[in-house]
């Protein structure tokens, strides 16, 4: 078949032309602790602030729960890039991080922390939808129990509603991190050295233009399937004893 | 019966849904004293449920009083929690926590609200357990158990805050026809004992048997009241005759 013919040079093998990993093999490693960070440093700092909005969004005060609303409209309504770019050169415009400060040597806090800051802001908008999700769906009867024994609102919340709302939400939760993971990529633009950018980076110094980017994908596969699955199981086993 | 036995007034009270065009509760006037055990009856929309949970302000009624101890609870300056406190209330689907033990489930309101230290409270629970033989279940968890098994649990959680008052919303609606004897069974014992009830129920036996005082609801109002004989051998509503006619 005449490959060249029809697809230039772009041939089943071209997918499959691995030579860089050795001389980039270490660098990619270095991206996928990048990208790794990013998610879940922006996940775990999301998870307070979306409980917040949330608990917020179904507060009675038409303030309180139009102030949530709105963040996670806003949050919800513009492209990631965008919140992204505006949070890099705006907020992180103004407030500078000095560029000597490192993180396991090899990532520039002054890229990393507003990645991280707008990723978790776009992220708890969207956690908090999960949250109030998995609050609406304890069954109303347990906070009315809770209620008649004379705790508080807040107890009744703190005490029997979410930990069973957070039961509830693990595998939404779950599926959060893996968006991320993937999300995170375009921090590449902003020149955060994370798995996107660094398959950019080898594409771009070694002509080989689509094994790189397979590579990426790979190795993103590699992260996201698994850990959705083990989280699957974790929440099935805390599913026992749960059942009314 | 003399005034200072007085438990709860119930004034005028009005409930209604969707800016007034449903009304669940038309102008209700009840007193409760000490030591009564009122039976609810009515058919299903009547009203009872409403009326029931207006007394421990589940539902906040639309207009009028709930007196609790003398305490206006409709009142907004009034602390709720504080007088809940003091009445339990039984659920027609238990509302059991489901992720905490047995033991959990009746230790957590008096440790969480300081009545009792958490030894206190557990040698409490297991006092109540042994009552209704079911010490061996304490540290499983509710979906071990039967429905009867739930709701026999679920009466001792509330009565672990020891209260002056016990609601019951339709204990046995939810429950298989062989586990009924055993909940109407602990609610007689608690009777017998001198334990304040109001009892919304379908189980007319019971409401006869147990009841001080029978009240029929019909249409968001109370349209008969008497003791249970009178109320059940000479009714005198026609609705009520009808009620009758159609469950006994």
């Known amino acids: 078949m005449d490959w060249e013919g029809i697809f230039g040079n772009l041939s089943p093998a071209s997918f499959f032309n691995f030579s860089f990993m050795g001389e980039y093999g270490t660098y990619i490693l270095q991206a996928v602790g990048y990208t790794l960070l990013l998610a879940v440093c922006s996940v775990l700092l999301a998870v307070i602030p979306a409980l917040l909005l949330a608990i917020m969004r179904l507060s009675k005060n038409k303030l309180v729960k139009g102030i949530s609303g709105a963040y996670i409209a806003i949050f919800r309504s513009t492209p990631l890039l965008v919140q992204l770019s505006i949070i890099y050169f705006g907020l992180f415009g103004a407030v500078r991080i000095p560029n000597s400060w490192q993180l396991f040597g090899f990532i520039p806090m002054s890229r990393f922390i507003p990645g991280v800051v707008a990723l978790a802001l776009n992220s708890s908008a969207y956690v908090a939808e999960i949250f109030r999700g998995g609050i609406l769906a304890v069954d109303i009867g347990q906070t009315e129990a809770a209620r008649s024994l004379g705790l508080s609102s807040w107890a009744s919340m703190q005490l029997v509603v979410l930990p069973q709302a957070i039961k509830n939400v693990l595998p939404a939760l779950a599926n959060e991190i893996v968006t991320m993971v993937k999300e995170s990529s375009i921090c590449s633009t902003l020149g955060m050295a994370e798995l996107m950018f660094a398959a950019k980076t080898v594409a771009g110094a070694t002509y080989i233009t689509l094994a790189p980017y397979t590579v990426a994908a790979l190795i993103y596969f590699c992260i996201n399937y698994p850990a959705s699955k083990a989280i699957e199981a974790i929440e099935r086993r805390m599913r026992r004893g749960d059942k009314q | ?248």
Not at chain 2, 28 to 50: D, F, P, R, W
Not at chain 2, 69 to 94: E, P, Y
Not at chain 2, 206 to 216: G, L
């Open chain 2, 1 to 248: 019966m003399a005034t200072s036995n007085e438990l709860i007034r119930v004034v005028d009270v009005k409930k209604e849904y969707n800016n007034g065009k449903v009304k669940a509760l038309n102008g209700c006037n009840l007193t409760i004293h000490q030591g009564e055990v009122v039976a609810i009856i009515g058919a299903s929309g009547s009203g009872k449920s409403t009326l029931l949970r207006c007394l421990n302000m589940l539902e906040t009624p639309t207009s009028g009083h709930i007196y609790f101890d003398g305490v206006d609870l409709a009142d907004k300056s009034v602390d709720l929690n504080l007088h809940r406190r003091k009445m339990g209330m039984v659920f027609q689907h238990f509302n059991l926590f489901p992720h905490k033990t047995v033991m959990q489930n009746i230790t957590l309101a008096p440790v969480h609200l300081k009545l009792k230290t958490k030894a206190e409270a557990q040698a409490k629970g297991k006092e109540l357990l042994d009552r209704i033989g079911l010490a061996d279940k304490a540290n499983e968890y509710p979906n071990m158990l039967s429905g009867g098994q739930k709701q026999r649990i679920a009466i001792v959680r509330a009565l672990a805050m020891e209260p002056e008052v016990m609601l019951f919303d339709e204990p046995t609606s939810a429950l298989d026809p062989e586990m009924v004897n055993e909940v109407l069974d602990l609610m007689r014992d608690l009777a017998r004992n001198g334990m304040t009830m109001v009892v919304v129920t379908h189980e007319m036996g019971f409401a006869r048997e147990v009841a001080s005082r029978v009240i029929f609801m019909d249409g968001g109002q109370i349209l008969e009241e008497n003791e249970p004989n009178e109320l059940f051998d000479h009714p005198n509503n026609p609705r009520l005759k009808d009620f009758l006619s159609k469950v006994l």
